[in-house]
């Protein structure tokens, strides 16, 4: 993916993750199906549990935008397994917890893949100039400290000064509170908001959030 983003006018960088620097390891999904089927003994066909995924990963990533809120991880898994015919009366948050610790070894394993081209080179040429870079992003499945994880095994963590995450702070983009969150952070309180650049591909939580806000916003295409 080629780039035009521009670094010179800008001061401050703030970047989305999902299909904007990164993507899904191709087997990590069927992998995560196969682990919540066996893991909560779900009489169901794998093809059913990944359609049930798939459709609640979809409807409360869309409830997160319109509301603004967050929707937590552990209350998909349990909208999934109602769904599912499962009891989830029987469950604690206990094994919701053993579950998700699972599940985050494996994402680990199936390592998200980075489609940002030469993001290093990138990051490097923006810190060079003394400007600073933040991740912001909207989580469902993955939590904020799975993502850290992440970022830390790809060297990414050392050119980011900040991060937000919507499972950390309750509230999803595009609600204006979140960029508020972003401009909080930032070292130059003095900073104007249009030397804030927030770079996504969602048209409505990146672009229009940000711009909305009073921030500059950069809508990647890949």
Request: glycine share 4%; aromatic share 12%; hydrophobic share 35%.
């Amino acid at each position: 993916m080629k780039t035009d983003i521009d670094i010179h006018n800008h001061c401050h960088f703030s970047f989305d993750l999902w299909l904007t620097l990164i993507k899904s390891h191709p087997e990590f999904k069927t992998k995560r199906v196969e682990l919540f089927s066996s893991y909560f003994n779900i009489d169901k066909s794998i093809d059913e549990v990944a359609k049930a995924v798939k459709y609640y990963d979809d409807l409360c990533n869309t409830i997160n935008e319109v509301t603004g809120g967050n929707i937590d991880t552990f209350e998909i898994y349990l909208l999934i397994l109602n769904s599912m015919n499962v009891d989830v009366k029987q469950l604690d948050r206990k094994s919701l917890e053993e579950f998700y610790l699972k599940s985050e070894a494996l994402f680990l394993e199936y390592r998200p893949v980075v489609i940002f081209e030469n993001i290093h080179r990138f990051f490097d040429e923006i810190k060079n100039k003394g400007k600073t870079i933040n991740i912001l992003s909207n989580t469902g499945f993955i939590k904020g400290t799975t993502m850290r994880k992440f970022l830390k095994g790809e060297n990414l963590d050392q050119y980011i000064d900040f991060h937000i995450y919507s499972d950390e702070i309750n509230c999803s983009k595009p609600n204006p509170l979140i960029f508020q969150e972003v401009k909080n952070n930032i070292a130059d309180q003095e900073l104007p908001l249009h030397r804030i650049l927030h770079i996504g591909d969602n048209p409505v939580a990146d672009y229009k959030g940000a711009k909305d806000f009073g921030f500059s916003a950069h809508l990647l295409k890949h």
